[in-house]
C-alpha cells in the first residue's frame, strides 16, 4: 500500500506486510482477515463513500461529475479486486478475467446482475475504466438514476448502460459482508484466498522490512 517515513510497508493502515506474512505463516486466519476486511474497507469502500457524500453536497452543479466518476472507479476496481481473490489466483491464468469479475457480481451482487447485465457491465465499465480511464458505449455514472445499473437504447437503437455509483456501491459493500461470512466457514475459499495474497504480494513481502 505504502511506506512510512520510518521505511515500514502497510498492507493496509494499521497492519503491516511484516505482520501480515507473520500471519500466515502461523496459521492465524481470523487476525488476517481482519487485515484483509480493513484494505478493503479503508482503500475502496470508505474514500468511495466520502467522494458520493461530497458529490452529493455539490449535486446542484457539473463541480460534482469528477467525483461521481471516481467513485464509480473505485467500486469497479474493488470488484475486480474482489473477484481475483474469489477464484483464487491460479498459478496458470485459466480463469479469465470476465469469468472472476461477473462470477462475483453474480455471487454477491445479484439482484441487481444478471448474466446479461454483467456481461455488459465488465465490458463497458470495468474494461473501460481499469484499461482506458473511460466507459465504453454510451455508459454513464449518475446519482439522478432510480436504480443500481439499468439499460437504455439510444434513438440509433445502441444499448448503453445507467449506473447509479451511490447505489452500486452500497451494493458492493453488502456483497462483501457476504464473502467475509463465506471467508469464515468455508475453509477452501479461506486457502484460495491465502494462495492470491501469497501470490499477489510476494515481492511486497519480500521487502516488507
Known amino acids: 500500500m505504502g511506506r512510512t517515513r520510518e521505511g515500514e510497508l502497510y498492507y493496509s493502515p494499521s497492519c503491516k506486510f511484516e505482520y501480515l506474512k507473520g500471519l500466515i505463516d502461523n496459521k492465524e486466519e481470523r487476525e488476517l482477515l481482519k487485515c484483509f476486511e480493513e484494505r478493503v474497507k479503508e482503500l475502496y469502500l470508505e474514500p468511495a463513500y466520502v467522494l458520493i457524500k461530497e458529490a452529493n453536497d455539490k449535486k ?112 458492493l459493500d453488502d456483497g462483501f459482508k457476504n464473502y467475509l461470512d463465506d471467508l469464515q466457514q468455508d475453509e477452501n475459499m479461506l486457502c484460495q484466498l491465502i494462495e492470491c495474497l501469497e501470490k499477489d504480494f510476494n515481492e511486497d513481502f519480500r521487502k516488507r522490512r
Open 60 to 171: 446542484s452543479d457539473n463541480s460534482s461529475m469528477g467525483l461521481v466518476f471516481s467513485a464509480g472507479l473505485i467500486c469497479v476496481s474493488a470488484i475486480d479486486f474482489l473477484g481475483r481473490f474469489y477464484f483464487g489466483c491460479p498459478k496458470e491464468d485459466k480463469v479469465k478475467v470476465e469469468r472472476r469479475f461477473v462470477g462475483w457480481l453474480l455471487k454477491y451482487m445479484s439482484p441487481p446482475f444478471n448474466a446479461l447485465l454483467a456481461e455488459k457491465f465488465y465490458k463497458d465499465f470495468r474494461n473501460g475504466l481499469v484499461h482506458e480511464c473511460r466507459i465504453k458505449n454510451g455508459g454513464e455514472f449518475s446519482l439522478n438514476e432510480g436504480e443500481t445499473i439499468r439499460e437504455e437504447v439510444d434513438d440509433n437503437g445502441v444499448r448503453y448502460l445507467v449506473v447509479n455509483p451511490e447505489k452500486l456501491l452500497k451494493k
